[in-house]
């Protein structure tokens, strides 16, 4: 699906417009111009993959407000870090599916506390339902993005993510280097492990801080810093198609949060033959550099400048009109 524009991946679906990773964002998503959904994959008890963006899941729904789960509450160290609430992998699909998603940061996107506990729970099947719906109704292909998140830690605890998405994808016909399709992760050796097992587009996420948690595990020493040299870059794509960039690592920001000279990342993933998406666009002065305050438009049009590949964006509408008239 990589063509001549950059690819417009909406992030956790329309997430600027709805609660994050529920169906009726991934369906808004389609219908303002996205080309790739993005499920965030964690794992239920009984080994289902659902959509949100952590496997706590207090921020992201209503678990709270059910008395009959207050004995799961509980503290885990997921990825080096303590985390205090309900954990999806706590729960089989049927008792996650009579809990229903809420807005994420309510302070920043309070319109999108309209739709809080009106809308479940989807499952990775869902999404493709939704997906070849869609794509059947505007004659439009829309892809799919899904991230692994935690491998390490899900494969510690028996619930390995890798082989239900391989399973779930094949099974509904996505299958080859061109299928309409990213598997994303910001750790190296569960994608390194996938490419031999799939020919389906891996994108190696690369932050601008910290290293992969399976370097920690393994004892690497090597950070995202590493990885973003020329010499990393070509490492990544003897498994990746694409690199997954944090926006800084592009155009970094002062301590003042004013952009300085773009860096050579994107020619150098290039040279590396990687594509290359950048994360993540969004329209809240809050989230943009002081350049472009009140101007998230000038901001895409900054990275397109760059030759990015694809962007990932919470608002898809403004991301894919500025890509089509780059």
């Known amino acids: 699906m990589q063509n001549g524009s950059p690819i417009i991946i909406a992030h956790r679906g329309a997430s600027g417009y709805r609660p994050e990773h529920t169906l009726a964002a ?4 389609i219908a303002l111009g996205a080309d790739y959904i993005e ?14 963006h952590e496997n706590e899941i207090s ?16 503290t885990k160290i997921i990825d080096g870090e303590s985390k205090t609430g309900w954990f999806t992998e706590d729960f089989t699909l049927t008792e996650l599916k009579t809990l229903r998603a809420k807005e994420r940061i309510p302070q920043v996107r309070f319109q999108n506390t309209a739709y ?6 989807p ?18 292909e829309i892809g799919i993005y899904p991230e692994t998140k935690h491998p390490t830690y899900f494969q510690s605890i028996g619930l390995a993510l890798e082989p239900p ?35 389906l587009p891996l994108v190696q996420l690369l932050n601008n801080t910290g290293k992969p948690y399976d370097f920690v595990v393994s004892g690497d020493e090597r950070t995202y810093a590493d990885l973003v040299t020329p010499s990393g870059l070509e ?5 990746a198609r694409a690199v997954g960039i944090h926006k800084n690592l592009l155009v970094p920001r002062d301590s003042s949060g004013r952009l300085q000279s773009p860096t050579s990342l994107v020619t150098d993933a290039h040279a590396a033959g990687l594509l290359v998406h950048a994360w993540t666009f969004r329209n809240e002065d809050c989230f ?29 509408d403004t991301a894919a009109y500025h890509a089509t008239v780059q």
């Open 26 to 29: 991934y369906e808004l998503a």
């Open 288 to 316: 943009l550099p002081l350049d472009f305050q009140g101007n998230p438009q000038g901001e895409y049009e900054l990275f397109f400048s760059l030759g990015v590949d694809g962007v990932f964006s919470d608002y898809p």
């Open 235 to 239: 490492e990544i794509a003897k498994y």
């Open 39 to 52: 499920p965030d994959l964690v794992s239920t008890k009984d080994g289902v993959l659902i959509a949100r």
């Open 123 to 140: 499952t990775l099947q869902e999404i493709i339902d939704l997906v070849k719906l869609k794509s059947g109704e505007i004659n439009r």
């Open 59 to 74: 921020e992201t729904t209503d678990i709270a407000r059910h008395a009959e789960f207050g004995h799961l509450r509980t």
């Open 116 to 121: 809080d506990r009106l809308l479940e729970i």
């Open 165 to 199: 998405l391989l399973a779930t994808l094949t099974a509904n016909g996505y299958q080859g280097a061109n299928a309409p399709v990213f598997i994303q992760s910001f750790e190296v050796s569960n994608l390194q492990d996938l490419s031999t097992k799939t020919h």
